[in-house]
């Protein structure tokens, strides 16, 4: 199975992850967890990298396909992989969809995490990560819904998209995602 899960910050997307994972035997990807082990290196990628998040900008598409690309060189990957956070601009899915189809691993799905805007401020504030203030909180909002949302017609034009409604318990959410994988191809 290869899996992109699509999601606002706040949607419960990094959970929800770990627990389909978990459930599928499948590889966990997250360029944002890739991103954070990249800054603490003194290189060329790290600084930019470090300069983006601190401010909750994105970090530029070049760098993160290259991690991406690099990343799927690994062996590991070829079982399937869920990836998280990544891709967050029509840019970056354009050259993911390249890249996977000159290496014949075509996407089961993405799935989409859907929670409104009010729900998710709501939920972020109680956080506590170093990039969660209100003020980056409300940048990371923002640039989901300039860069990222475009995603979702990109991927509902493959007919590759399936929304879930992110609303509810931790629990209950999961059982829809079960559901919805339950459904795609291997
Ligand atoms: P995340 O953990 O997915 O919320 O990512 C944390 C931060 O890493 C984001 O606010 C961005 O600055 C950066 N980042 C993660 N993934 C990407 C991506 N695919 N493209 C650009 N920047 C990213």
Do not use: C
């Not at 991103?35 to 990298?49: F, H, Y």
């Not at 909750?56 to 079982?79: I, M, S, T």
């Not at 504030?125 to 170093?130: D, E, H, I, T, V």
């Amino acid at each position: 199975m290869r899996l992109v899960f699509l999601g606002p910050p706040g949607s419960g997307k990094g959970t929800q992850s770990k627990r389909l994972v978990e459930h599928l035997h499948i590889l966990h990807l997250s360029t944002g967890d890739m991103l954070r082990a990249v800054v603490t290196q003194d290189t060329e990628i790290g600084r930019a990298a470090a300069q983006s998040m601190a401010t909750g900008w994105l970090v530029p598409d070049a760098l993160v396909v290259k991690l991406v690309k690099d990343r799927f060189r690994e062996p590991d990957v070829q079982n399937g992989f869920l990836i998280d956070g990544f891709p967050r601009t029509v840019a970056q899915a354009a050259a993911f969809e390249e890249y996977l189809a000159e290496t014949q691993r075509p996407l089961s799905g993405v799935l989409e995490l859907r929670v409104p805007l009010e729900e998710l401020v709501s939920r972020l504030a109680g956080r506590g990560r170093k990039d969660d203030t209100p003020e980056i909180v409300r940048e990371r909002q923002g640039i989901y819904r300039q860069k990222t949302q475009p995603l979702v017609d990109f991927y509902r034009q493959r007919k590759l998209l399936f929304p879930i409604d992110g609303l509810g318990t931790s629990d209950e959410v999961f059982e829809r995602i079960i559901e919805t994988v339950t459904g795609l191809k291997p």
